[in-house]
């Protein structure tokens, strides 16, 4: 079992401030319209023009198989394995247009995100799930009734500049269970999901993580926390652009564990960090700023985001999910 250590790396509120204070401005004006959204979210009206040019799209998707062919193939060895087993799941579940759009056409950053992603698929899953289709049916197919009973992780409405909002429920993390592989491969269906949308492959996603009862000593695991990170900015075709801690007491357990988790975490989540203390209604209230408000919070810290609601989801996912593989 994962022990909290009191002498752990972290990043001070010191260490902190000088990141930020070191961001160039365009970086700055970038993380500010994640965190609270804004016009692009990053993603420009050039980049919406570009994308329609002739031509345009099937340049860069010869770049990018150029730099993928360029890479060592000790990276390459979890891609390649998926391309020789299911080289149609690859296309469509990994469809290199999504992740050139979630870095903006960088060819090379693309490139490292499919490889990337390909690396954690298999890891997390296993090579008996990693090929199978990313559905309830297939590769999530054990993990589905856990998925439904006890709801880690709801995919909730909009926020108000249209960006996905992921809520995810640390404290039910807790083995045996609900243990650490099971956990990680929730997170990466649900961002799976997400990142067929569109809007969400371009601007990104909100995730809101409720940390109120955090306990040290069940909940806290360093590992899980690293590839969470990895799935959450890293590798998927879609990233976070804001991430919401609903905790409680500000002089509690949060204020041991925070600096620790700012450590592991990559930087870029690390500075898209922001913290929430207090009642479910003041928690609730002071997500309003960002452009959220109480639809976009799950019941269970007070938002109006309803068991009811979840069922819904779940279920019209399982017709769609159908459909598409009588389609397939």
Not at 213 to 220: S, V, W
Not at 254 to 269: D, G, Q
């Amino acid at each position: 079992m994962p022990v909290f250590s009191f002498t752990a790396p972290l990043i001070t509120p010191e260490e902190e401030a000088l990141e930020r204070e070191n961001l160039s401005k365009e970086q700055k004006a970038e993380l500010q319209e994640d965190l609270y959204g804004g016009i692009g979210c990053g993603w420009t009206k050039a980049l919406d023009y570009v994308e329609q040019n002739d031509g345009f799209l099937t340049t860069k998707l010869q770049e990018l198989e150029q730099a993928l062919s360029e890479m060592t193939p000790s990276l390459l060895k979890d891609y390649n394995k998926a391309m020789e087993t299911v080289p149609d799941i690859v296309q469509t579940e990994s469809d290199p247009v999504k992740f050139l759009r979630c870095e903006r056409y960088d060819v090379t950053a693309a490139a490292k995100r499919i490889q990337l992603y390909w690396k954690m698929r298999r890891k997390i899953f296993g090579d008996d799930r990693a090929f199978l289709p990313m559905t309830l049916h297939a590769a999530m197919k054990d993990d589905a009734p856990m998925i439904e009973s006890l709801a880690i992780y709801n995919i909730l409405p909009e926020d108000a500049h249209g960006r996905k909002v992921l809520f995810f429920d640390r404290i039910k993390i807790v083995p045996p269970q609900v243990d650490r592989d099971l956990a990680l491969r929730c997170m990466f269906y649900m961002i799976q999901v997400i990142s067929e949308d569109v809007h969400a492959q371009k601007h990104g996603f909100v995730c809101l993580n409720n940390m109120k009862g955090y306990d040290l000593y069940k909940n806290f695991d360093r590992l899980f926390f690293k590839q969470a990170s990895i799935l959450m900015v890293e590798c998927m075709p879609t990233k976070t652009k804001a991430y919401h801690l609903l905790a409680g007491s500000e002089n509690g357990v949060m204020s041991l564990v925070l600096p620790v988790k700012k450590h592991i975490a990559a930087k870029e989540l690390r500075l898209r960090m922001v913290v929430h203390f207090g009642t479910d209604y003041k928690i609730v209230d002071s997500l309003k700023p960002f452009g959220l408000n109480s639809k976009n919070v799950s019941h269970v810290v007070g938002g109006d985001f309803t068991e009811a609601e979840w069922t819904k989801w779940l279920s019209d996912r399982k017709e769609t999910e159908s459909l598409s593989e009588m389609n397939c």
